[in-house]
């Protein structure tokens, strides 16, 4: 198991890739297997697939990068202009710390405070754009090979079963958990989407500035149960500190939020999604963790989708049934 672990953690640049390729083709395999169906060739939809694709991506980011930008230049004045708004509480916390070391009979010291600088220029955009065209290129061709060659790769494997019964088994497994993690995926896809669209929404009503940006955000975070939504509600909270003068214009778009994701996560996602792919918080917690120490945010984000996927397999497994039992909610 420690093996495992160090040779996982020292290869993250080469299994990330590969990991989120896999998920990607899965999730797309039904579209371009139901053109297969129409007699057009496997090819030419995956390339039709990823050329949409891509044209969405590149339109967001496109749409998004401005705004972006725009946040980190402006994020030193924009803290300035908020640190008078939590003053007040932060006066408090060091009385109380004050009072804490002289109940202890320690001395009050200031620590000498250094000005927090915060350069992000273009220049460095410059240096990290080769590594993320790269990873970006590496990710869409894996997919696009997946999607073209992935069945006849799973049917040569099927092909060396050394009995009819055995291969029978293994291609009844593939197939159900083929299905299953895809329409899995498909479906936490589009709910998340339509969370980040629906809270673009509410900001655009609200005045919050750049609302697709943070409904962009919103769709990104809400793939990592739990923190993502704390996450984005702490985004909002700050968001609407900056933007508003006044206590509850300001926190009425987090509140807000956070009602959302409450329904979306108690009530829509376990009603779409049923008790097959429904998992333990447990699980996902300590998942979570886990994946997150080994891969950093990458980890943390197909965490949950990687643990679906070991549910689902070893659901199928003979005497691995223990192990999709205990993760199960």
């Known amino acids: 198991m420690l093996a495992l672990l160090y040779t996982v953690a020292i290869t993250k640049s080469l299994l990330v890739p590969l990991v989120l390729a896999g998920f990607i083709g899965l999730a797309l395999n039904p579209i371009v ?4 169906r129409w ?24 749409t998004l990068s401005t705004p972006a930008l725009n946040w980190f230049h402006e994020a030193p004045a924009a803290m300035r202009a908020f640190a008078p708004k939590i003053k007040p509480m932060t006066q408090q916390i060091e009385a109380a ?29 410059v240096a990290t754009a080769p590594k993320i065209i790269a990873s970006v290129l590496t990710v869409a061709l894996l997919v696009f090979f997946f999607l073209v060659y992935g069945d006849e790769i799973l049917r040569r494997a099927v092909e060396i079963s050394p009995t009819f019964a055995y291969k029978r088994h293994t291609v009844s497994i593939v197939r159900s958990i083929q299905v299953e993690v895809s329409s899995y995926l498909l479906l936490t896809a589009a709910i998340n989407v ?36 704390i996450s984005t509600t702490t985004v909002l909270a ?7 003068q006044e206590l509850g214009p300001a926190l009425l778009p987090a509140a807000t939020f956070a009602g959302i994701t409450a329904v979306e996560g108690n009530m829509i ?33 197909l965490a949950v989708p990687m643990l679906t996927c070991v549910k ?18």
């Open 194 to 229: 339509t969370l980040g669209l629906v809270t673009a929404a509410m900001l655009y009503l609200y005045g919050v500035p750049d609302p697709l940006l943070w409904g962009c955000f919103a769709t990104v975070a809400n793939f990592i149960p739990y923190v993502g939504a």
């Open 269 to 301: 996602t376990p009603m779409l999604q049923g008790r097959r792919s429904r998992l333990s918080p447990v699980a996902i917690l300590l998942w979570l963790l886990i994946w997150g120490w080994i891969w950093g945010i990458p980890g943390a984000i």
């Open 39 to 62: 007699r057009i060739p496997r090819w030419l939809a995956a390339v039709v697939v990823m050329a949409l694709l891509g044209t969405g991506m590149v339109t967001a980011v496109g």
């Open 97 to 125: 710390s004050r009072a804490t070391q002289t109940l202890v009979g320690g001395a009050v010291t200031r620590a000498a405070q250094q000005p927090n600088t915060f350069a992000f220029t273009a220049w460095d955009i």
């Open 33 to 36: 297997a139901a053109a297969a």
């Open 238 to 244: 700050v968001v609407g500190a900056l933007h508003f």
């Open 312 to 329: 689902l397999i070893t659901a199928k497994l003979r005497g691995w049934e223990w192990f999709a039992h205990i993760i199960s909610r």
